[in-house]
């Protein structure tokens, strides 16, 4: 049974960065495409990074350029590493294994779980 734990989360100032991390377990890295989702105050959840078995990336629009996912296969953990932090980006953030769909844009994303707890991310303007 795959178990994520996310950790990292925080709050800045707009132009911040943080480093988001989820140990993953029973999940085997390079098996299935993993990534991170986030929902903010009264919106649906929505993708934002994704890493396929190849190790390709792709980003949401809001994201890409600021953000970077990356993976450590020896520590069985996900990364999400965000600059450029604005206000919008205010959200709670999860990680997911596997993603469905990663291989089309980020909306096409799905993700049914099971899910972390999450990590909260604040940036103030």
């Known amino acids: 049974q795959v178990q994520l734990a996310e950790s990292g989360g925080g709050s800045v100032q707009s132009g911040g960065s943080l480093r988001l991390s989820c140990v993953v377990s029973?999940?085997?890295?390079?098996?299935?495409?993993m990534g991170w989702f986030r929902q903010g105050p009264g919106e649906e959840l929505e993708g934002v990074a994704s890493?396929?078995?190849?190790?390709?990336?792709r980003y949401a629009d809001s994201v890409k350029g600021r953000f970077t996912i990356s993976q450590d296969n020896a520590k069985n953990t996900l990364y999400l590493e965000m600059t450029s932090l604005k206000p919008e980006d205010t959200s709670l953030y999860y990680c997911?294994?596997?993603?469905?769909?990663?291989?089309?844009?980020?909306?096409?994303?799905?993700?049914?779980?099971?899910w972390g707890q999450g990590t909260l991310v604040t940036v103030a303007s």
């Open positions: 029973g999940f085997a890295f390079g098996s299935g495409c």
């Open positions: 890493i396929d078995t190849t190790g390709l990336t």
């Open positions: 997911a294994a596997p993603v469905s769909f990663c291989s089309g844009a980020w909306n096409y994303w799905r993700y049914l779980g099971p």
